[in-house]
């Protein structure tokens, strides 16, 4: 269809490309929102859950640490378990950004924009 018209066929693919890519960054942008992450401290007595976008959902504390004199400890531990959280919703933002990355055919290491 496009040939003799030198360069412009393939610019006609890269930007069928460039619009498909976009189209499903902002289907995984929406993703990202219902997909959670589980975050612990404290061998699991402190679980945070997020969204893979890192935005906090809920947060379970087992009753067994509630004593007054630990308070800094559970302070503590449910800082770790949301820390932890955001850290697993990063890397799990990252793991679906390069996925589709690479099934639009781009370089693995290429960081796109959240």
Same mark, same amino acid.
């Given at each position: 269809?496009?040939?003799?018209?030198g360069?412009?066929?393939? @610019?006609?693919?890269?930007?069928?490309? *460039?619009?498909e @890519?976009?189209?499903? @960054?902002?289907a995984l942008q929406?993703e990202?929102?219902?997909m959670?992450?589980?975050?612990?401290s404290?061998?699991?007595l402190?679980k945070?859950?997020a969204? *893979?976008?890192?935005?906090?959902?809920s947060?379970d504390?087992d $009753?067994?640490?509630f004593n007054g004199?630990?308070?800094e400890?559970?302070?503590d531990?449910?800082?770790?378990?949301?820390?932890d *959280?955001?850290?697993k919703?990063?890397?799990? *933002?990252?793991?679906e @950004?390069?996925?589709l990355?690479?099934?639009?055919?781009? $370089?693995?290491?290429?960081?796109? $924009?959240?």
């Amino acid at each position: 269809m496009f040939k003799g018209l030198g360069g412009l066929g393939d @610019m006609a693919g890269m930007m069928k490309k *460039a619009q498909e @890519m976009q189209t499903r @960054m902002a289907a995984l942008q929406e993703e990202l929102h219902t997909m959670t992450v589980t975050g612990e401290s404290g061998a699991g007595l402190v679980k945070a859950v997020a969204s *893979a976008k890192g935005d906090l959902k809920s947060l379970d504390i087992d $009753p067994s640490i509630f004593n007054g004199d630990d308070k800094e400890v559970v302070e503590d531990l449910i800082l770790a378990a949301i820390k932890d *959280a955001q850290t697993k919703a990063n890397e799990r *933002a990252q793991e679906e @950004m390069k996925n589709l990355s690479e099934s639009l055919g781009l $370089p693995k290491d290429m960081n796109l $924009p959240f």
